[in-house]
């Protein structure tokens, strides 16, 4: 009788404990298809699907785009925290150019593959008011419409 007792026990504790979302996993130093853009149907990016096991109480999905260690690259990932969500211009030392790095944080099933649909949203609502914009502006000088793009 004990021993199904514990083996119950074991069979919760291993339940409570596992992950409670599945996210691509895979670094583009070391994996050439993990670019920041790619289609998941595609056959090769299947293999970077991960049900996160490996991180204990795992809740998020992690995308990274920009430098991280030194190197020009993607990196997604499981993680037990939510990272956030922001982008910042780096400068290596040495070098002339700003290189944009970013960080998007989600939390459903897969959903570090592309680029976060706050960002999406955001770059939307932009295109929006200088759409709207645009229009107000060639109805103000019969019709001739101008373009800024």
């Avoid at 199904?4 to 919760?12: D, K, M, R, S």
């Avoid at 691509?24 to 299947?46: A, G, T």
């Avoid at 996160?52 to 993607?74: E, P, S, W």
Wanted: glycine fraction near 6%; aromatic fraction near 16%.
């Amino acid at each position: 009788m004990f021993g199904v007792f514990l083996a119950l026990g074991i069979n919760f504790f291993d339940l409570a404990s596992s992950s409670k979302i599945s996210c691509y996993d895979c670094d583009s130093s070391s994996d050439f298809s993990c670019s920041e853009f790619w289609d998941p149907e595609e056959s090769v990016n299947l293999q970077y699907y991960s049900d996160c096991r490996h991180v204990y109480d795992a809740q998020f999905c992690i995308k990274m785009t920009g430098i991280q260690n030194g190197r020009l690259g993607t990196k997604r990932f499981c993680s037990s925290r939510d990272w956030g969500d922001y982008c910042e211009y780096i400068q290596r030392p040495g070098d002339d150019r700003e290189y944009r790095s970013c960080v998007f944080s989600c939390s459903s099933d897969g959903c570090n593959v592309a680029p976060s649909r706050k960002t999406m949203t955001d770059d939307l609502i932009l295109l929006s008011i200088v759409l709207l914009w645009n229009y107000g502006m060639a109805m103000s000088f019969g019709n001739k419409l101008f373009c800024f793009f």
